[in-house]
């Protein structure tokens, strides 16, 4: 009967006995095989400096459709323990937002200007503070320069492709997942960087 992990965040951690009475609660219990954890924050909602709002988003993996009682259910805890809820009925792409709807997820480099947005089922860095220090140090080992031409090979989400591309390098982003190539596209228009077919560039 775990009652903490400290793997995960404090926050997320504080929740497990709560969490276990949810699950014990809902109907289709039998048929939700597992928790997803993700941490993000929310965009920038206007210019400004601010402190980003930390999102912790629980993404349950729902073998059957939810239930009356259990939908109000999860409703209630996502409003009252502040998590945003989202479902996955099957392969990892059908993960989406179930409360709140509108539930965007995203982290931030701002060191580089960078911030990119994610699904809370694609693969990010577990610690953002760590990735932070991880591209700050590989930004500052590499020192991409204006001109400059660098491969990014299984680039993901652009993790390290959008802050050398936004140093100034050309950037070929190397990945094999299609969906990741779609997202790491949109990253890059998202933070105004021009994408071609074969290159991330400043704009």
């Known amino acids: ?16 006995p709560r969490l276990r009475r949810l699950v014990e609660g809902l109907s289709i219990r039998d ?13 920038p909602d206007g210019p400004g400096l ?8 629980l993404v349950f993996r729902i073998l059957e459709p939810l239930g009356p009682d259990d939908a109000a259910h ?3 805890f996502a409003e009252e323990h502040a998590v945003d809820v989202w479902l ?34 694609e693969f990010t860095q577990v610690n953002h503070a760590v990735n932070g220090v991880l591209v700050r140090r590989a ?3 590499l020192a991409p320069a204006p001109g400059e031409r660098v491969a990014d090979f299984f680039c993901g989400l652009g993790n390290f492709t959008l802050p050398i591309a936004r ?20 990253n890059a228009a998202a933070n105004g960087l021009k994408v071609s077919n074969t290159e991330t560039t400043p704009a």
Do not use: K, W
Not at 104 to 113: D, I
């Open 1 to 16: 009967d775990m009652q903490e992990c400290h793997v995960l965040p404090r926050r997320i951690s504080d929740l497990l």
């Open 31 to 43: 048929r939700l095989p597992q928790i997803e954890v993700a941490v993000g924050e929310r965009p």
């Open 50 to 57: 601010r402190q980003p709002e930390m999102v912790y988003a």
């Open 74 to 76: 999860l409703r209630a």
């Open 88 to 121: 996955q009925t099957g392969g990892p792409a059908t993960a989406a937002p179930f409360h709140p709807i509108n539930a965007p997820l995203v982290y931030s480099l701002p060191e580089f200007g960078v911030c990119v947005p994610f699904g809370p089922t």
């Open 139 to 141: 930004m500052a080992l």
């Open 167 to 186: 140093l100034g390098a050309h950037v070929l982003g190397v990945e094999g997942a299609d969906a990741l190539v779609a997202r790491a596209r949109e």
